[in-house]
């Protein structure tokens, strides 16, 4: 798959499927890659796009200097005796379903920050599985500078990620935190030099798509679990997975691997069936 030949004007830009790998670029780069509707749909089309066989692996990242401004306030404007909007309709239609779609896609998403994350846009990159950023990157809780609340999966992901404390902070004193600090704290995998991060990112994502991707999904599924489980429950669902696992030739082909010392082939035709 290659991008459109008028892919200036597209929101987001689907590059060709490398070693499995799906990159989606957000492509507002005069605006930050702010959110607005057509962003949040096409973004949301292309998770469901990453769902099809042939994608194994998914890369998200900006275009341009930063990563995503969270929503575009450019056009909101209030005048006296307005209705206001329902932002938890707008939400319900539209990031909701986007952060709950990246959650449940049964593949590993990645995503490399490149620039600022700020709002919605660091809550996008939080609901990936690893994220990288540059090490100018900036992440901010900016909601409580404009009166909101953190949407996105925020107040879900942040205080697991960073601890309540930190979440706490980051959230109601609306301050930036550095790559480096924010991978030191545990909010994202790894911070990389400006001009190596998309060659880490790629790395990661090409690693992961050669894997056993049906297992990275389970993995994926017993995690979202467990934030909400007890032990009992986990051990459970973890008995019901891996029994789902080790139906798999997946878990054949690691095996047989590892008896003939050689690195596994999830690749090779029936290993994933």
């Known amino acids: 798959m290659t991008a459109s030949p008028d892919a200036s004007s597209q929101p987001v830009l689907l590059d060709k499927l490398e070693a499995g790998v799906l990159t989606l670029t957000l492509n507002r780069p005069e605006r930050l890659n702010a959110l607005n509707i ?30 995503c401004a969270g929503a575009d306030l450019a056009n909101r404007a209030f005048a006296p005796g307005d209705a206001r909007a329902d932002l938890g309709q707008s939400l319900e239609k539209g990031i909701n379903p986007l952060i709950r779609a990246i959650r449940k ?54 205080p697991r990620l960073v601890g309540e404390a930190r979440a706490r902070a980051l959230m109601m004193l609306a301050e930036p935190i550095g790559a480096e600090d924010a991978a030191a704290w545990g909010m994202i995998y790894r911070a990389a030099d400006d001009e190596d991060l998309m ?54 082909e690691g095996v047989r691997a590892f008896q003939e010392k050689r690195p596994a082939d999830f690749l090779r035709k029936g290993a994933g069936a």
């Open 199 to 252: 060659g880490e990112a790629r790395i990661v994502a090409e690693r992961l798509a050669a894997g056993p991707t049906y297992t990275l999904g389970l993995i994926k599924r017993a995690l979202a679990a467990s934030a909400s489980s007890s032990l009992d429950a986990q051990l459970d669902l973890e008995r019901d997975l891996q029994r789902e696992a080790g139906a798999r030739d997946e878990y054949v």
């Open 105 to 158: 896609l049964p593949k590993p998403v990645v995503c490399a920050v490149n620039g600022p994350a700020a709002g919605a846009g660091a809550n996008i990159a939080l609901a990936c599985d690893i994220v990288l950023a540059a090490k100018s990157a900036q992440f901010l809780q900016a909601f409580a500078r404009v009166g909101l609340i953190p949407d996105a999966g925020g107040t879900f992901h942040l």
């Open 38 to 67: 057509a962003l949040i749909e096409a973004l949301s089309a292309a998770i469901k796009r990453a769902a099809e066989p042939d994608c194994r692996a998914v890369l998200v990242t900006g275009a341009g200097r930063g990563f």
